[in-house]
T-cell receptor, first 116, second 113 residues
Framework: SAVISQKPSRDICQRGTSLTIQCQVDSQVTMMFWYRQQPGQSLTLIATANQGSEATYESGFVIDKFPISRPNLTFSTLTVSNMSPEDSSIYLC?????????????FGPGTRLTVT | GNSVTQMEGPVTLSEEAFLTINCTYTATGYPSLFWYVQYPGEGLQLLLKATKADDKGSNKGFEATYRKETTSFHLEKGSVQVSDSAVYFCALSDIAGANNLFFGTGTRLTVIP
């Protein structure tokens, strides 16, 4: 399996500012995703981070609010722009890992964001 | 479309009790099914999976069987421990695409000594 790290692990930010979250994987992976977990809720996919091209966003998420970079096969960033308290969530990156007989998705430890 | 319906919690059990957390799904194709666990203050960890009908996933004493006829993937453990206290998420993915995971709402389990 892949080892995934995220920075920062947590942050408290003021409304109107932006925060960039980094996701680093110890192996090259083709598919990388960003999820959001709002307080007490399940996970919602924000976008697929595509290497060398623009990210693919899910319904309800837009590039201006959540710009994503994927410069290579081991690294991605998610920026939460012009933050409001509603953006307070845990943000997780994940990667798809090809096992012997199937695909598995592994998650980073998450970045806990609080917007005041 | 794809969706997962998961037993709502919270669930509180005494140590050594039997655990069942229900999960049913709706899928357009032949999904893979997963249980993820989130321990307090930690990220999601893959607990077990099943990729086709009648497969049984198992790990750490937990089991779940992929039942196509009832579109279910219930999580069970014969004897829970305090260390099993966590939030459990049922999820499915389109194996052909190996991409987006659809998650249930999560079930918080608390095991008391």
């Amino acid at each position: 399996s892949a080892v995934i790290s995220q920075k920062p692990s947590r942050d408290i930010c003021q409304r109107g500012t932006s925060l960039t979250i980094q996701c680093q994987v110890d192996s090259q992976v083709t598919m990388m995703f960003w999820y959001r977990q709002q307080p007490g809720q399940s996970l919602t996919l924000i976008a697929t981070a595509n290497q060398g091209s623009e990210a693919t966003y899910e319904s309800g998420f837009v590039i201006d609010k959540f710009p994503i970079s994927r410069p290579n096969l081991t690294f991605s960033t998610l920026t939460v722009s012009n933050m409001s308290p509603e953006d307070s969530s845990i943000y997780l990156c994940s990667v798809v890992w090809s096992g012997r007989s199937s695909y598995e998705q592994y998650f980073g430890p998450g970045t806990r964001l609080t917007v005041t | 479309g794809n969706s997962v319906t998961q037993m709502e919690g919270p669930v509180t059990l005494s140590e050594e009790a039997f655990l069942t957390i229900n999960c049913t799904y709706t899928a357009t194709g032949y999904p893979s099914l997963f249980w993820y666990v989130q321990y307090p203050g930690e990220g999601l960890q893959l607990l077990l999976k099943a990729t086709k009908a009648d497969d049984k996933g198992s790990n750490k004493g937990f089991e779940a069987t992929y039942r196509k006829e009832t579109t279910s993937f219930h999580l069970e453990k014969g004897s829970v421990q305090v260390s099993d206290s966590a939030v459990y998420f049922c999820a499915l993915s389109d194996i052909a695409g190996a991409n987006n995971l659809f998650f249930g709402t999560g079930t918080r389990l608390t095991v008391i000594p």
